[in-house]
């Protein structure tokens, strides 16, 4: 069952540059939330900060709480790699492990973290990559390194991968901006199916792409330079892009800015 | 050097158009042949002589002369373009030229010495200043001490590069276990050699042995792996580290099952170029490991029964000082042989480093 995200009062800071300010919102389940803005206004640092992986950033924290149906991840009795098994990230370019075949690339989240190290993963490899649609290219081929795919199928390997674990929450990073149109039509047609079983949120700078893809949108922009991101706005797609509340929400939707 | 026929930004002269005068195809050999007839000839009249002379002579009159003609023909820019390419050829001959030598001479002299008895067999009862004899034990002592060493340091290295490029970061004791491996790296190995001298033999009150060598090399291979193997975990893109946490795998999974076989492929080339240069340090060993005509197997035998290890580098020492200056007399030519021996062996260790090298880099 896909679970909601409840963030309030989040604030990210690099060391001590403050990079994202006050943000609240829901994320509701079973939908594509978009979160779109103009480069540097941090929805990339709102995305990480969800499934803390910003930990990874030298110097990085967060104040503020994220509830994931109720539970705060942030909590210092939660270790970061249990959230990361609930919470999945796609990155934007395709990253396959190169060490390693297609069968092992989709089986990895489950081999190295399940203490027990059992064999035999070939039901949920089979499940994991008919979810991504894209068994029926590679079934004939689960031997071969992981980096010998296009790169929409690399795309389409990494979502099988994140999908593997079975999160509740999938977290999407611009996942078609290193892509091909047909490609992006492909992972764009999985994002709106992966909807019915989990929670997705997707950061995207094409807002073409939050309009056919998304349910919910959600604006962000940075004052100027040095100065923090904030949420604008938060609603339904539809009305977002047709009845925009917020003047700099509709500066950008219209293409004044961005 | 393909210089012939390459145009040149025009001199103002020729504003109009594209092209430019440029020095005609038989220039240059021309000259080429010209130059040491004309050396030929100075050293006729100054007295001068010398092949080394004679060559340095025409070398440097050929750049002189390509120089001006190029500068008459095709210009300025041209001109100096010239002159730094024959300057450059002229640094990579003074550069390969020492190796080459050192290459040749040893093939040389070894050749006269090496056959099949000379690599199987040692040089037990055989009196060193008679010809005879061979340097199997000394194969036999080099390699297994290089390999003890190697087997010592790989683990060791790897881990501490371990620390340095994934835990280390901008900590001030990464930083200090980095500025120490730099200063290890600069220790002269005669000095890893006193060390373990004093350490194991003086105050644990072993013996000189080849395990006592063996120490030694690996004290010098240590940092040659460390900063190896610390490149190449740096370059594992940090895009694969994100992907393995981002699915909820513990830090020490990501670098044992994803970091490490990434960089696996540069890190056996590292441990490898390590341990083919620590297979020809002398003096550590001369100071560690007593001399020995028979073949020993065990690293562990002391100085009396059995009996320690010889290596290839410590043979050609002795034997050097058996002929006391001899040049023609069998145990300096078995130094040559020697030394052709272990040449030889370095470069097998380099080429099966590349080897490997590629064979990982096509894999993955």
């Known amino acids: 069952m896909a679970k909601s995200l409840d963030i309030s009062g989040l604030d990210v800071y690099y060391g001590s540059f403050l990079a994202v300010q006050d943000v609240s919102m829901t994320i509701e389940p079973n939908a594509v ?39 705060d991840i942030y909590a210092p009795t939660i270790p970061a790699v249990r959230v990361r098994r609930t919470i999945g990230m796609v990155s934007q370019k395709p990253n396959p492990f190169p060490t390693m075949s297609i069968y092992d690339n989709v089986a990895a989240g489950l081999r190295l973290t399940d203490r027990r190290n059992r064999s035999g993963w070939g039901d949920a490899v089979e499940r994991s990559l008919r979810r ?111 009845q925009p509340t917020d003047k700099k929400t509709e500066d950008y939707i219209t293409g004044r800015f961005g | 050097m393909a210089l012939l026929g390459r145009p040149s930004r025009h001199p103002p002269a020729l504003a109009d158009g594209l092209t430019a005068r440029c020095l005609p195809r038989y220039a240059l050999p021309v000259t080429a042949a010209a130059v040491p007839v004309a050396v030929l000839g100075l050293f006729a009249v100054t007295g001068l002589q010398g092949v080394a002379g004679f060559v340095v002579v025409s070398a440097l009159l050929f750049a002189a002369a390509q120089t001006a003609l190029s500068y008459l023909v095709e210009g300025r820019r041209s001109a100096v373009d010239r002159l730094c390419t024959a300057l450059l050829c002229l640094a990579f001959a003074a550069a390969a030229l020492p190796l080459l030598l050192i290459v040749g001479y040893t093939v040389r002299q070894g050749l006269k010495v090496v056959d099949l008895q000379f690599l199987t067999h040692s040089m037990f009862r055989i009196n060193p200043e008679k010809v005879g004899g061979g340097v199997y034990h000394a194969i036999v002592g080099t390699l297994v001490q290089a390999l003890l060493a190697a087997a010592m340091a790989t683990p060791v290295g790897v881990l501490v590069a371990i ?26 190995s005669v000095v890893a050699g006193l060390f373990i001298f004093t350490a194991w033999i003086l105050v644990l009150g072993f013996q000189k042995s080849g395990f006592a060598g063996a120490m030694a090399l690996f004290v010098v291979m240590l940092p040659v792996v460390i900063r190896s193997a610390d490149e190449m975990l740096r370059l594992v893109p940090d895009e694969l580290r994100e992907a393995a946490y981002a699915l909820g795998i513990p830090r020490w999974r990501t670098i044992l099952q ?65 002929a ?32 490997v090298a590629r064979f990982a880099r096509v894999r993955g």
């Not at chain 2, 042989?337 to 099966?352: F, H, Q, S």
């Open chain 1, 132 to 242: 991504a649609n894209l068994w029926e290219e590679v079934k004939d081929r689960l031997a071969k390194p992981g980096t010998s795919l296009s790169g929409g199928q690399q795309q389409r390997l990494c979502i099988a991968r994140a999908i593997a674990v079975e999160p509740q929450v999938l977290l999407m990073d611009e996942p078609c901006s290193a892509l091909d149109p047909v490609s992006t039509l492909a992972i764009e047609q999985l994002i709106t199916d992966l909807k019915r079983r989990y929670t997705i949120v997707i950061v995207t700078h094409n807002m073409q792409q939050a309009a056919r893809v998304s349910d919910r949108t959600a604006f962000f922009t940075v004052a100027g330079n040095g100065h923090p991101g904030r949420l604008i706005e938060l609603a339904d797609t539809a009305q977002i892009f047709s």
């Open chain 1, 33 to 71: 939330t978009a979160l779109i803005g103009p480069s540097g206004c941090g929805k990339t640092t709102v995305l990480r900060a969800l499934n803390r992986m910003h930990e990874v950033t030298f110097g990085a924290r967060v104040e503020g709480k994220v509830l994931l149906e109720g539970e």
């Open chain 2, 258 to 322: 994803v970091v490490l076989p990434a960089a696996l492929g540069g890190i056996v080339t590292g441990v490898m170029l390590g341990v083919a240069r620590i297979a020809g340090e002398t003096a550590p060993l001369l100071l560690l490991v007593s001399l020995n005509q028979r073949i020993e197997f065990n690293p562990f035998a002391g100085q009396t029964d059995p009996r320690p290890q010889e290596t290839l580098p410590t043979l050609i020492f002795e034997q050097f000082g058996v």
């Open chain 2, 324 to 355: 006391a200056g001899n040049a023609e007399s069998p145990p300096f030519q078995r130094a040559w042989g020697a030394a052709l021996v272990l040449i030889v062996l370095i470069g097998l260790l380099n080429l099966v480093a590349r080897f």
């Open chain 2, 163 to 188: 620390y340095l490029a994934e835990y280390g970061g901008r900590r001030r004791f990464a930083r200090l276990v980095s500025f120490v491996v730099d200063v290890m790296a600069g220790v002269p």
